[in-house]
């Protein structure tokens, strides 16, 4: 694939359709970061999911946008594992990154004020926040006026969260053999800005389901639907790794594979996972 010529090839479709990169992330559900990278020709193999998906909002046929003839589907976006899994979705907050409660502290400090309150006024809003029905701005606002002090949550949040490396490199693995997705209650823009630091491994990803732009959280019947949606499996293929027991029982309640990730003890949950996504023989 040339990967400059149909980053070229893309920018232009997107801008004859007069659509911003937001617009069409949102509309062929793309991360931000995925959608710029592939336009400036940083990702070398796009898969053909995320080009499909790009192609039917632009109105285009894959051979148009990528120049050239429609390559084979790769084998292993067809792989399942063992139990039938084909679409692995993992949570962020508790399995690809911890510590983010650590905010809470570092807010106290700085205000002067007790971490319960703190705390409190957090869990006060997030929901709001992370359905998208109250912007960032919004949030530090308020935060600002309980606090009395200029507020950038996202900036307490970015510097207290640390990778989990042992998720993110099963994370890695599972990308490489099936279809992989993230499924996270989060706040507007977090998830592009833990890719611009490199918090979130750069995959291609064939699902990112932001509870703040699909207006619903877990364990929620709707962000579960959408997710089963366009995960585009039945919902006996799916699997759901998350720290969160009520946002498990949610989704085998859709229908879906679950296994429980501990943050705490995380090469035990690790081990759990490499032996779930064991391949089909």
Same mark, same amino acid.
């Given at each position: 694939?040339?990967?400059?010529?149909?980053?070229?090839?893309?920018?232009?479709?997107?801008?004859?359709?007069?659509?911003?990169?937001?617009?069409? @992330?949102?509309?062929?559900?793309?991360?931000?970061?995925?959608?710029?990278?592939? =336009?400036?020709?940083?990702?070398?193999?796009?898969?053909?999911?995320?080009?499909?998906?790009?192609?039917?909002?632009?109105?285009?046929?894959? !051979?148009?946008?990528?120049?050239? =003839?429609?390559?084979?589907?790769?084998?292993?976006?067809?792989?399942?594992?063992?139990?039938?899994?084909?679409?692995?979705?993992?949570?962020? /907050?508790? @399995?690809?990154?911890?510590?983010?409660?650590?905010?809470?502290?570092?807010?106290?400090?700085?205000?002067?004020?007790?971490?319960?309150? &703190?705390?409190?006024?957090?869990?006060?809003? /997030?929901?709001?926040?992370?359905?998208? %029905?109250? !912007?960032?701005?919004?949030? /530090?606002?308020?935060?600002?006026?309980?606090?009395? @002090?200029?507020?950038?949550?996202?900036?307490?949040?970015?510097?207290?969260?640390?990778?989990?490396?042992?998720?993110?490199? &099963?994370?890695?693995?599972?990308? %490489?053999?099936?279809?992989?997705?993230?499924?996270? /209650?989060?706040?507007?823009?977090?998830?592009?800005?833990?890719?611009? #630091?490199?918090?979130?491994?750069?995959?291609?990803?064939?699902?990112?389901?932001? !509870?703040?732009?699909?207006?619903?959280?877990?364990?929620?019947?709707?962000?579960?639907?959408?997710?089963?949606?366009?995960?585009?499996?039945?919902?006996?293929?799916?699997?759901?790794?998350?720290?969160?027991?009520?946002?498990?029982?949610?989704?085998?309640?859709?229908?879906?594979?679950?296994?429980?990730?501990?943050? +705490?003890?995380?090469? =035990?949950?690790?081990? #759990? +996972?490499?032996?779930?996504?064991?391949?089909?023989?």
């Amino acid at each position: 694939m040339d990967e400059a010529g149909l980053g070229k090839r893309l920018q232009m479709a997107r801008k004859a359709a007069g659509l911003t990169q937001q617009d069409l @992330c949102h509309k062929a559900k793309l991360s931000y970061s995925t959608l710029a990278k592939i =336009e400036r020709g940083a990702i070398k193999s796009p898969s053909v999911f995320t080009i499909q998906s790009v192609a039917e909002v632009l109105h285009l046929s894959l !051979s148009d946008l990528m120049g050239e =003839e429609l390559p084979e589907v790769p084998k292993q976006a067809k792989r399942k594992t063992k139990s039938g899994v084909r679409f692995i979705y993992f949570d962020i /907050n508790g @399995c690809l990154v911890r510590f983010y409660h650590r905010a809470f502290s570092k807010i106290a400090k700085d205000t002067g004020s007790a971490v319960d309150v &703190v705390e409190t006024t957090f869990w006060h809003y /997030n929901d709001a926040v992370c359905r998208g %029905e109250m !912007s960032m701005d919004e949030f /530090n606002r308020l935060l600002a006026e309980r606090f009395d @002090c200029m507020m950038d949550f996202a900036r307490y949040y970015l510097e207290a969260i640390e990778p989990i490396k042992e998720t993110q490199e &099963v994370l890695k693995y599972a990308a %490489e053999h099936y279809r992989v997705g993230l499924l996270s /209650n989060i706040m507007p823009g977090l998830i592009d800005d833990m890719f611009a #630091r490199d918090i979130l491994p750069e995959l291609t990803y064939d699902s990112i389901i932001d !509870s703040s732009k699909v207006g619903a959280l877990k364990p929620e019947p709707k962000i579960y639907e959408i997710a089963q949606d366009w995960a585009g499996c039945k919902p006996e293929e799916v699997l759901l790794i998350d720290d969160s027991r009520a946002n498990l029982m949610a989704a085998e309640h859709m229908g879906w594979k679950v296994m429980w990730f501990d943050d +705490v003890r995380p090469e =035990e949950s690790v081990a #759990r +996972v490499r032996d779930a996504l064991e391949p089909s023989r």
